[in-house]
């Protein structure tokens, strides 16, 4: 088992950087796969960007690149996701999630842990 918290978020405006943290129990937490995941209101949840376990390849999506980071610390079980140039569009539930079977995957079905998320609003 693997339980995940995040931390991080809160209100910004547009044009400024948040750094969101997700800590991981366990001890094979640098064997997981581990991504971030986000859900605007009325909308379904959508992949973020990935992070291989030990190669730290990194895979993200085209609304994020080049503004989002993510990256971990598998001595501290952490995995974080940097925000730069955040925009209004931006807002939502960010939830970290973390897969065991390493599938680099950017569908939800693919993870079988999650945290409870943090809410990141960004005004306009």
């Known amino acids: 088992q693997v339980q995940l918290v995040e931390s991080g978020g809160g209100l910004v405006q547009a044009g400024g950087s948040l750094r969101l943290s997700c800590a991981a129990s366990?001890?094979?937490?640098?064997?997981?796969?581990m991504g971030w995941f986000r859900q605007a209101p009325g909308k379904e949840r959508e992949f973020v960007a990935v992070?291989?376990?030990?190669?730290?390849?990194?895979w993200y999506a085209n609304s994020v690149k080049g503004r989002f980071t993510i990256s971990r610390d598998n001595a501290k079980n952490t995995v974080y996701l940097q925000m730069n140039s955040l925009k209004h569009e931006d807002t939502a539930v960010y939830y970290c999630?973390?897969?065991?079977?390493?599938?680099?995957?950017?569908?939800?079905?693919?993870?079988?842990?999650w945290g409870q998320g943090t809410q990141v609003t960004v005004s306009s």
């Open positions: 999630a973390a897969d065991a079977n390493q599938q680099y995957s950017t569908s939800p079905a693919a993870y079988e842990y």
């Open positions: 366990g001890r094979t937490f640098s064997s997981y796969d």
């Open positions: 992070i291989r376990g030990r190669s730290g390849n990194s």
